[in-house]
């Protein structure tokens, strides 16, 4: 396992009849929507196939960031950072969360091009960044050499600790009297007159006027099960803890090459930047002209391999839907094996800035399942075809660092019909009718 990720316990209370809001899912989405919904005074249950955070939410980096966000994004961003930062003074809840800033550094021109215009369209909306001369880049960022010709700073954007912050809130909400079910599967919807009622679990079903499906990257094929198409790829990652390499205290930075942030216990997390592994399945050809622009935009990123996953799939699918075997039940963590090329790759390029660094350093490496969207933008939603539905998934990379500020603005638009800040951006209906979507060229 890649980290000690923090335990709570389950509800020790059987199924509720009826709740007016069901969870489906224990990530960073369902937990952080669980409290903000909690904080206005609804009941909510929140079922769990596995463990609190066990997958994603626990194998990203940390990152809380502004920084480099689509402009799409950039409300969303802003307010998720200040909920992070607020977490433990508003809940007690130590989640982690440093406020260090984040730093990018480049040693090509166009990477600066594209950070001083994304910086030109940030700053009207009061993200407080700067550009980093080489000096300013070098002085932080390397330690040793000088290969860094500029880069990009805020200074109000930090890291939260994956591997506890989420069961640590989760824990909280179960002393407020929210219910957690973990091992507790959703096999699929219950809908009375054309409109969601509940959910049937493997532990028999819960009514609910509401139901959020935030099941990460298992939110596309729940929702098949119901005809609502939810383009969403899959994406592995890969990522590493080291030990013995001083940082200085620098802020978390992305480098062309290598990603980097120190943690409380004097380790660090590397990982490749932007990097992964699309696997061909079944939803590839499904989904796969939807992503045809963003594939573009980044395809120097993003490796694709066939192998037997795509069989794994086409037959989990037929069995999920055909024969009522539930593939939740089955696979309770994605706890694929890291890429230790991948890995390794990324202490030979991060060695020509830090001295000592090189693929001996790794403790410990895991791999991650991150949900794209086509335009890299998550859906945070109602779905209008099925009242009393909501989404919020496909954070493609962002989830644990939007996760508060999408759980704020669900509880707004599931009990006010409308949020503080525009939810346009994340609608589900733009991934589904026909006009084409703008990918997101930042990360």
Request: with cysteine.
């Amino acid at each position: 396992m890649h980290h000690c990720l923090l335990e709570i316990q389950t509800s020790a209370q059987p199924l509720p009849a009826e709740v007016d809001v069901a969870i489906v899912g224990g990530g960073a989405a369902g937990i952080a929507a669980a409290h903000a919904l909690s904080l206005r005074g609804v009941s909510v249950a929140v079922f769990e196939k596995g463990r609190v955070a066990a997958e994603q939410s626990s194998r990203n980096w940390g990152w809380c960031r502004t920084l480099g966000r689509d402009a799409r994004e950039l409300p969303l961003a802003r307010l998720s950072v200040d909920l992070w930062r607020n977490l433990q003074a508003t809940t007690g809840v130590d989640v982690g969360f440093r406020e260090t800033g984040v730093v990018f550094v480049t040693d090509q021109a166009g990477e600066m091009q594209t950070w001083q215009r994304w910086l030109d369209s940030a700053l009207p909306q009061g993200v407080p960044a700067r550009m980093l001369s080489a000096a300013e880049a070098n002085a932080t960022h390397a330690w040793q050499g000088r290969p860094w010709i500029g880069g990009i700073r805020t200074e109000t954007d930090g890291y939260a600790e994956p591997s506890r912050a989420i069961p640590a809130l989760a824990s909280h909400l179960l002393q407020r009297g929210v219910r957690i079910y973990q091992h507790c599967a959703v096999e699929e919807l219950l809908t009375e007159g054309g409109r969601v009622s509940g959910v049937r679990t493997e532990k028999g079903e819960v009514r609910a006027r509401q139901v959020l499906v935030a099941g990460g990257a298992w939110s596309s094929l729940f929702c098949r099960k119901h005809g609502i198409a939810l383009p969403i790829l899959r994406v592995h990652s890969s990522a590493s803890a080291a030990m013995g390499f001083d940082t200085g205290g620098a802020p978390p930075v992305r480098a062309p090459e290598f990603s980097m942030r120190p943690r409380d216990d004097g380790s660090v997390v590397m990982a490749k930047s932007g990097r992964g592994t699309m696997k061909l399945v079944p939803d590839t050809l499904r989904y796969g002209m939807k992503f045809k622009e963003l594939y573009r935009a980044r395809n120097a990123k993003v490796r694709v391999s066939f192998g037997r996953e795509f069989f794994a799939q086409a037959w989990s699918e037929f069995r999920y839907f055909h024969l009522g075997a539930s593939p939740f039940t089955r696979q309770r963590v994605l706890d694929p094996a890291p890429d230790m090329a991948l890995v390794h790759a990324a202490y030979r390029d991060a060695a020509r800035s830090i001295a000592g660094v090189s693929p001996a350093s790794v403790r410990s490496a895991w791999g991650g399942v991150i949900d794209n969207t086509p335009d890299g933008v998550p859906v945070i939603s109602p779905v209008a075809r099925l009242p009393g539905l909501f989404l919020s998934t496909g954070f493609s990379g962002h989830g644990f660092s939007s996760s508060m500020g999408a759980g704020h603005c669900l509880a707004e638009l599931m009990l006010d019909g409308r949020s503080s800040i525009d939810m346009t951006p994340f609608a589900y209906e733009r991934l589904v009718d026909r006009a084409a979507l703008k990918p997101s060229i930042l990360y």
